[in-house]
């Protein structure tokens, strides 16, 4: 059973990550974790803090001579910013601390901090904002690199992109090979625009974000169970994420609007090539909660970031007087950061699947496994 956790707080010393379930023999590179790291932390909107902060992982256990080992893996991740919070949140209290710390008592609306408050009965929400921010999410992409290693050991990959920013969106369907290429220059300059309206208005702005898996074997999940209905559990995985609202397995929202005529994938068969082939991939690559072998296709609805320059109303926690919600330094726009950290959970999703199906305490005996099954598609 693959399965992870992390730890951490957004000012805390740093992020910690272990995975545990992961085949021996996975081939791990540190600069690759670390450019998904990289990637996590780019795009047009992005505050102040990404750039006092390159994020580097340091692997800590479960990797030797850059392959797993079979036992859990540790990932760290340290925070730059945590050298000017020592005295805000040290681990113990410290003489007159009570001074040093930065209280949050005025709860932003969209944020953790009223709701956490009251169910941690803390008068101060940085408690529940600290570990509430998307800076968790370092440590997710971390996680998401070594499970892409896996996945790529069989030929699968993950990517993602922004189809929408506010009103603006790209009116075409992008396949895997335009994905690769990425990027339609025109829209994407008016997405810009879009951002740079924002900052100009102290606004934010939200959109969606498309994540594509390429290469999937059919199989994966299980029409049997509710809970191991693939569909079903990477909605979870994409919704877990910060901000995300929403959730669409393929063209479920153009296919809401059609005749079933219009949104079904039609099923043939190549006598050539031996196999099965589809007339479109509208299904997003998922039926009956399976992989179907087509590309595995998820958008995420991201709703506009809360923190806003402009703070709108909120009550004060101590007081609770009206008042204008705390500013804590914040993103206007994080789409294509969004994507890449829904890559790193669409691909947790498909690997736990995937070694669900296939197991092996060796990469080998996995391999021997798919080999078997693939070999037994192919014959059908
Ligand atoms: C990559 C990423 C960066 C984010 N950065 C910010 C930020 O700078 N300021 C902010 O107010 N919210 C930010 N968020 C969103 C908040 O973390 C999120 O809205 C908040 O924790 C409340 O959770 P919810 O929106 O899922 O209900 C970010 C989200 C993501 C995915």
Redesign the pocket.
Known sequence: MLRFETAGESHGECLVATVTGLPAGIPVSLDAVNRELWR?QQGYG??G?MKIEADRAEIVAGVRHSHTIGSPAAILVRNRDWQNWTDALPVEDIDGGEEKRKPVTRP?P???DLAGALKFNFHDARYI?ER????E?AARVAVGALVKALLGSFGIEVLSHVIACGRVRLERHAAWEVLLGCVDTATEARMKEVVDEAYRTGD?VGGVFEVMAHGVPPGLGSHTTWDSRLDGRLAQAIVS?????GVEVGCAAEGAARFGSEVQDTIHYDRERRSFTRGANRAGGLEGGMTNGQDVLVRGM??P???LRRPLESADLVTHEPSLAAY????VC?LP??GV?AEAMVALVLAQAFLEKFGGDSLGETKRNYQGYMKQVQDF
Do not use: P
């Not at 509430?132 to 800076?135: M, P």
């Not at 994420?241 to 609202?245: E, G, L, N, S």
């Open positions: 996590r992005r505050g803090r932003r969209g944020h953790a904002l509430a921010s998307a800076r999410t934010t994420i910060q901000a995300v609202k991201l709703k970031i809360s923190t804590e330094r914040s993103d994080v950061a969004a950290i």
